[in-house]
């Protein structure tokens, strides 16, 4: 199969073929620190991931850039608020986004640029716009005439009579046009400045990510990426100036946006204080399973988040991996199983990344796999190790799911539940000890009293084929 991507530039599916052959390009609007990142932002991060991935496991050499806008106005706010420096700030915020990535399992991008790095590289791109009449200087402000380019909307779709509409609710009187954008903003007093042609000043959000990602990538690259609020205007933008300075288009072939995370159907945000940061997710559910919520749906559609959507995959997680922990633990023997993993996930992610139906596909092998386990013969060893390394390696290095040792995964998982028991687990194991010996005795009054006491305290327990005894707590 040819992998194929929606572009949202064309809003089509077409077939993805890079600048230079054998290369990737992609460039990812990354986060604006000012404060906790919440499960949006990481899942902006771990849908990027699955297709950095993929791009390398497919063969690409692959430069994968994520920028940081380590100065803003939401930066430059919150440390009037609180006292603090605004370079302190964002560092601190960058440093828990970046911990909070490494447990979820994504890989560091190539490249991480600094806005404040790139401060030289942001004056010279807005140096050319002024150069060819489509930027102006007005009252040490630097402004891009969004009408000089004819392209304008071409991503977000959005007609300019429409836009002027809405922009004359707010009037700028340094605008030769109510549409026109900020490059550069002029210092104000007590804000953070950069010297630059037109005065001291920092650069507008947009022209950052053009001139690092131009600084890096080149004039013209393969990807670019982001979350769907970022189609307009930021990504607007960025094409209009980087292509009104270059005069190259298009400035990115393929752009690729990650939908929302709705909470009760609406999208989660800072704005409407229905966000749950990163770092308190990770300390109530397993970074795998938050990871395995992230990419149940296609990138490209919402994804609502509750709590029980979080305990159901839990549990099917457990499930999954309680299959591989016996499939690891299965004893010697002739038992042979064959599935075409890479066939798999070619068929999936060659489809416009589509992590659900890989997912699902995965989950299907399972009760075959469990039939001829119960069966009690043993397996065959190299076929054993083929099946593990299948879902762990082929599938799991791609997706960052299923790759685990199910073992550990397992006392993950029981120790997590253990801290909120009211019942121990060495009082578990003493009373399912107690009931295996009253099940030999043909005692099943005293047995399934035990399940029910077992139960009353939220231990759920499953009797196996081969006559053990599973069991998880249901808190």
Known sequence: MTLRIYNVLTHKKEDFQPLTPGKVKMYV??????????????????????????????????????????????????????????????????????????????????????CTDNIPAMTDLISRLISNDRAYVSGGDVLYRVRKFGGYGKLSGKKLDELESGARIEIDEKKEDPLDFALWKAAKPGEPFWDSPWGKGRPGWHIECSAMSMKILGEQFDIHGGGRDLAFPHHENEIAQSEGATGKEPFARYWIHNGFVNINAEKMSKSLGNFRSIPAILEQWDSEVVRFFLLSVHYSSPLDFTDEALSSLQGAMTRFYETLSRLKNAPEGDKTLKYDFKAALRTGLDNDFNTPWLIAQMFTYLPEINSHLDDNHGWNIQNKQELLSGFQKTIGETLGIFCSDPDEFLARQKARAMQSSTISETEILKLLEDRKTARKAKDFKRSDAIRDELAAKGVQIKDNPDGTTSWEIRN
């Open 29 to 114: 609007c990354g986060i604006t620190p000012y404060d906790e990142c919440h499960l949006g932002h990481a899942r902006a991060a771990v849908v990027f991931d699955v297709i950095f991935r993929y791009l390398k496991h497919s063969g690409f050499d692959v430069t994968y850039v994520r920028n940081y806008t380590d100065v803003d106005d939401k930066i430059i706010k919150r440390a009037n608020e609180t006292g603090q420096k605004w370079s302190d700030i964002s560092q601190k915020y960058i440093a828990s986004y970046q911990a909070a990535m490494a447990k979820l399992g994504v890989l560091t991008p190539t490249h991480e640029p600094l």
